[in-house]
């Protein structure tokens, strides 16, 4: 089987930090792959963790923890254009991505 | 980078037609593609995977004989919802990689937005 959590919602406000977590429990693991998306748009790609660590990337970190079936996405300086869903997908077994549903992130001013 | 461009964008069509969903890779050549289909406020589920030349696998659940996949040549699958429903009304994203490894991310196409009226 197959699960990959993440919170439905999460608010901020502009300049903050925010860390969007994702809790996975999958048959196998060849990789997490974080991705943002805007409301009618496609996916982007953000981030990819395969080892255990933190991975940064300006003003995005994203970390994994294999042991624990967790990573995080961590957003720097937020602005008004990084509300959007955050989307965490495990690459289970070496071809397609399994996505969470996603976490909703409003920054406010 | 990786392009992948789906056409259309955008169709409306009445219940029982069908509608032809293209995914193409521009600038690379992909052996595979995923097909994906989001609800409104949901997150991507995987529909089936697209193979150059082999039949698509399907995930559980999905009809592969109301939505078949052709994948004809390495830069071109297509997706099509036959005898389309309002219960169809969805929107369909393809993916791709170039290359063969896993380690490197899916590249999305924009997306249809399919209504069935």
């Known amino acids: 089987g197959q699960n990959i959590d993440q919170p439905t919602e999460m608010t901020a406000t502009e300049g903050a930090i925010v860390q969007i977590n994702c809790t996975y429990q999958t048959s196998g693991f060849n990789g997490l792959f974080w991705y943002q998306q805007h409301a009618g748009e496609a996916p982007t790609f953000l981030s990819y963790?395969?080892?255990?660590g933190l991975e940064e990337k300006g003003r995005f970190s994203s970390f994994l923890s294999r042991s624990k079936g967790y990573s995080y996405l961590l957003l720097k300086e937020l602005q008004m254009k990084d509300s959007a869903s955050y989307l965490c997908?495990?690459?289970?077994?070496?071809?397609?991505?399994?996505f969470g549903k996603g976490t909703t992130l409003s920054v406010s001013s | 980078g990786a392009v992948v461009s789906q056409h259309p964008s955008r169709v409306i069509c009445k219940s029982g037609t069908s509608v032809k969903i293209e995914c193409r890779s521009l600038?690379?050549?992909?052996?595979?593609m995923f097909w994906y289909r989001q609800f409104p406020k949901k997150s991507l589920m995987l529909m089936a995977t697209s193979n150059e030349g082999s039949k698509a696998t399907y995930e559980q659940g999905v009809e592969k004989d109301k939505f078949l996949i052709n994948h004809a040549s390495l830069t071109l699958s297509t997706l099509t919802v036959t005898s389309a429903h309002p219960e169809d009304s969805s929107f369909y994203i393809c993916s791709a990689r170039p290359g063969t490894s896993y380690n490197s991310p899916l590249h999305f196409g924009n997306g249809t937005r399919l209504t069935v009226t």
């Open positions: 963790n395969v080892l255990d």
């Open positions: 997908a495990v690459n289970q077994a070496g071809t397609a991505l399994i």
């Open positions: 600038d690379f050549q992909a052996t595979t």
